[in-house]
């Protein structure tokens, strides 16, 4: 079976594409660079776990919604 590291490693060696791979290749150094851990508090948590179940339940405004009311302010 094969990997998805092994998966993109193949893509990418089948591009001829030399903007594209400096592009992939710029993507890859800013996910390294950028890489942390972020610790989360309790309240921090608390405040995402409500806000996963605000949209499970369909409590949320779509971005076109959200957009009209900044609009409009």
């Known amino acids: 079976m094969t990997s ?3 998966k993109i490693i193949k893509g ?16 890859l150094q800013d996910i390294q660079e950028t890489k942390q851990v972020i610790e989360l508090n309790a309240d921090q948590k608390s405040l995402i776990e409500k806000a996963r179940n605000d949209f ?4 949320y405004y779509s ?7 900044l609009l409009n302010e």
């Not at 400096?22 to 993507?27: A, K, M, P, S």
């Not at 499970?56 to 409590?59: E, L």
């Open 4 to 6: 998805v590291k092994e």
């Open 12 to 27: 990418i060696q089948d591009i001829d594409n030399e903007e594209l791979l400096q592009e992939v290749y710029i993507l």
């Open 56 to 59: 499970k339940r369909g409590h």
């Open 63 to 69: 971005t076109e919604d959200t957009f009209k009311d």
